[in-house]
């Protein structure tokens, strides 16, 4: 029996093959593999940077929406401090007022009490009071008798800005004139200072009735003349009639206008001397 070594069989296979080369084919199915993992990758790469892109706009979305509840945030809390400011504003008005009603309401009870201690004493008009006035011709300033009563009235809009309580320019100096005169010819007479409107609406937070804002207009005159001096405090007091004693029709603008005044009112009473 013969054994055909390597080398000779690889001769054999050659002559039986009928040609004088070798063929060698190789195995492609590693390379495949190799080809298929790579578009694999690719494909995942491009969704990884997809899915980063679409992070990144959600991203901005977020930061915008964050800087736009950031300033709603500051603007609710500016408005909380102006809303704040503002009660603050009217509390100190209203207890500026309860103040005054507490004083007027004393001087009050002292004119019940005085008219107490005249008992059975019968009262008549005393028209003494407008004979001893003698007040210059004052443009926008009327004086008339009323009942017992002297009524020196000062055109409104000549006095305070629109709608408010503020003195405009040449208006302080108005009713200083005018209660400098009344302090020469009633030196010791209760003197009452009464704001007066029309029925208009105010349109202010301030002051949000007619009422309100007389009264305010009638302090602004009582501050200006007793923090001056010009008369005494201890004779004046404080009224704010709003819209309720018109002196003619607030059907026109030139009625609304008339019914906008401030008032100061000589009473026949005398402070107690001191």
């Known amino acids: 029996m013969f054994r055909i070594t390597a080398p000779l069989g690889l001769v054999l296979l050659t002559l039986i093959s009928g040609c004088g080369r070798l063929v060698y084919k190789p195995n492609k199915q590693p390379v495949a593999a190799a080809q298929q993992q790579m578009q694999l990758i690719a494909q995942q790469s491009q969704e990884y940077q997809t899915r980063a892109t679409s992070l990144d706009q959600d991203n901005q979305e977020l930061e915008s929406l964050l800087a736009q509840s950031r300033q709603k945030f500051q603007l609710l809390s500016d408005e909380i401090s102006a809303t704040r400011g503002q ?46 006035l003698t007040l210059p011709d004052i443009p926008g ?52 200072i009464e704001g007066h409107t029309d029925n208009g609406p105010t349109h202010s937070q301030q002051f949000p009735s ?26 004046l007091f404080v ?3 709003g819209a309720n004693h018109p002196v003619v029709s607030n059907a026109t603008d030139s009625g609304k206008a008339r019914n906008r005044r401030l008032e100061l009112v000589v009473y026949p009473e005398r402070v107690a001397s001191r």
Not at 218 to 224: F, G, K, P, S, V
């Open 141 to 192: 300033v009327t004086v008339r008798q009323d009942g017992d009563v002297v009524r020196v009235e000062i055109v409104g809009d000549q006095l305070f800005m629109p709608g408010s309580p503020y003195l405009k320019d040449g208006g302080e100096q108005l009713i200083r004139s005018v209660a400098t005169e009344l302090r020469r010819n009633f030196p010791d007479q209760i003197i009452g």
């Open 87 to 132: 009660l603050k504003d009217t509390t100190d008005q209203l207890l500026a007022m309860r103040s005054t009603n507490t004083e007027l309401r004393s001087k009050t009870t002292s004119l019940l009490a005085s008219a107490q201690q005249r008992a059975g004493t019968e009262i008549r008009a005393n028209n003494s009071l407008l004979k001893n």
């Open 239 to 241: 009224v704010g009639h």
């Open 210 to 235: 007619n009422h309100h804002l007389s009264s305010a207009q009638a302090i602004a005159a009582y501050n200006l003349l007793a923090q001056q001096k010009i008369i005494s405090a201890q004779q």
